[in-house]
């Protein structure tokens, strides 16, 4: 679907357009395999002569016109669908990385990306160097290395909420010749577009907003097209040069813009088998229909919430980029004028056992291990995902032994300030 229409038309109309007598929402294509009529027409598929559609661990129509749509939102040529946001995170360095290479990354991210990259990754021979976010150009510069194939960052960072000046991560991994990538998953693309900032990948979880609804695990990754492989083509021999496993095809030269994708998709998903289910697709594309209309309301209320939570006397601190005192208020109205997201962190005067009493004595937020649905929801990471940390371990994990992750839900605001009043006075 052509580029020009405004995000809120691509939500409800991108990715699937039915001809004359095809059905109008989106079917599933439950469906393992596709049927030819000659065996010829099945081998220039395998050939990548022909596209279409043979095994559903490739490529399957109800996950393709959701991963179009996420495209079009993003602004990128082409998308992928993956099982989970920790399989496109991984697929987005191995894509570009092999054993022996190295990628610089930002250390304000998701845990599971922070074991991925710092645990299992180095096990596969693939080394990566974290870096504060927030260092000059030249103390980031100085990680690089001749092996460099990469640097990643999250645009608004979960739990611990700081923003990333994508300009300057962009101008720093071009200059080294390498794609910046952007796990986008907490501003969505409704809130944020890191391709216009100067990023060449965008990854998601796209079991957060994206779907919106808590029912299903997913993730995608989006190529911006703008990354001149060739140019850098030592740097990056698996899309510079031929592919022996694809008869000797060369993907820059095949496929041009859709090089990197194409890449993803025949290589790593025919290899390593992460897709995500078409039922599961299904649902993602539902969640994506409304994303327009849930996250301003997801935003509105965060800021709504964390306004009151600032003016509370039982409460410690706040941290939520929308409020003016906000270390990454700038960079948040620079990158995100409409809203950031619903998530915010606090701590309560008392620390640690307060924090539980007050979890315990909230009413319909429900304490759970999500982030990013309808409803509203939090999580102790003290007593939950960090339980077996000491208050002095945590505080060098950089979450503090009172962290409260609030993710405000699209409830009505008053009603979730009520719950969260009469819990703080319990
Ligand atoms: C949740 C999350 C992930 C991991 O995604 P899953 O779908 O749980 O595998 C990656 N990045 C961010 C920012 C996340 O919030």
Redesign the pocket.
């Known amino acids: 679907m052509a580029k020009q229409f405004k995000p809120e038309t691509l939500c409800v109309q991108a990715g699937w357009t039915p001809k004359k007598g095809e059905p109008r929402v989106l079917p599933i294509y439950q469906s393992t395999t596709f049927k030819y009529d000659t065996s010829e027409q099945m081998a220039r598929l395998f050939d990548l002569e022909d596209s279409g559609y043979f095994y559903t661990r490739l490529q399957n129509p109800t996950n393709d016109a959701v991963a179009a749509k996420i495209a079009a939102l993003e602004g990128g040529v082409a998308a992928m669908l993956t099982s989970?946001?920790?399989?496109a995170?991984f697929y987005a360095i191995f894509n570009i990385c092999q054993a022996g290479d190295h990628f610089v990354c930002s250390s304000a991210?998701?845990g599971?990306?922070f074991n991925l990259f710092g645990v299992t990754m180095k096990k596969l021979g693939i080394d990566v160097t974290f870096v504060n976010p927030d260092a000059s150009e030249e103390e980031i510069s100085a990680a690089f290395r001749p092996n460099t194939k990469a640097l990643f960052g999250?645009t608004i960072s979960?739990p611990s909420l700081e923003v990333l000046d994508i300009e300057k991560f962009a101008r720093i991994a071009h200059s080294h010749g390498v794609p910046l990538i952007v796990?986008n998953?907490?501003p969505t693309p409704i809130n944020c577009h890191p391709f216009e900032w100067g990023a060449d990948i965008a990854v998601h979880?796209?079991?957060?907003y994206m779907d919106g609804h808590a029912t299903s695990?997913?993730?995608c990754i989006v190529d911006s097209g703008n990354f001149d492989w060739d140019a850098h083509a030592d740097k990056f021999p698996g899309l510079c040069t031929p592919d022996e496993s694809y008869h000797g095809l060369t993907y820059t030269k095949a496929f041009g813009k859709g090089a990197y994708i194409t890449k993803a998709t025949a290589q790593l998903m025919r290899d390593l088998g992460s897709i995500q289910s078409p039922q599961n697709a299904f649902l993602l594309n539902l969640g994506l229909e409304t994303l327009h209309l849930r996250m301003p309301q997801h935003c509105g209320n965060a800021q709504k919430v964390a306004e009151y939570l600032s003016k509370n006397e039982k409460v410690a601190w706040v941290n939520y980029c929308g409020l003016p005192d906000n270390k990454y208020y700038a960079l948040a109205q620079k990158y995100m004028p409409n809203g950031s997201c619903g998530v915010i962190s606090f701590g309560l005067k008392g620390g640690r056992d307060v924090s539980i009493k007050f979890m315990d004595s909230l009413e319909f937020i429900a304490i759970v291990t999500h982030?990013a649905d309808a409803r509203s929801c939090v999580l102790h990471p003290a007593s939950h995902t960090h339980r077996q940390l000491s208050d002095e371990q945590l505080m060098e994990a950089g979450v503090r032994p009172d962290l409260i992750r609030l993710s405000v839900g699209i409830e009505n605001a008053d009603d979730i300030i009520a719950d969260i009043e009469q819990a703080l006075n319990a």
């Open positions: 989970s946001g920790q399989a995170n991210i998701y599971g990306t999250e979960n796990d998953t907490f979880s796209t079991t957060k695990v997913g993730g982030v």
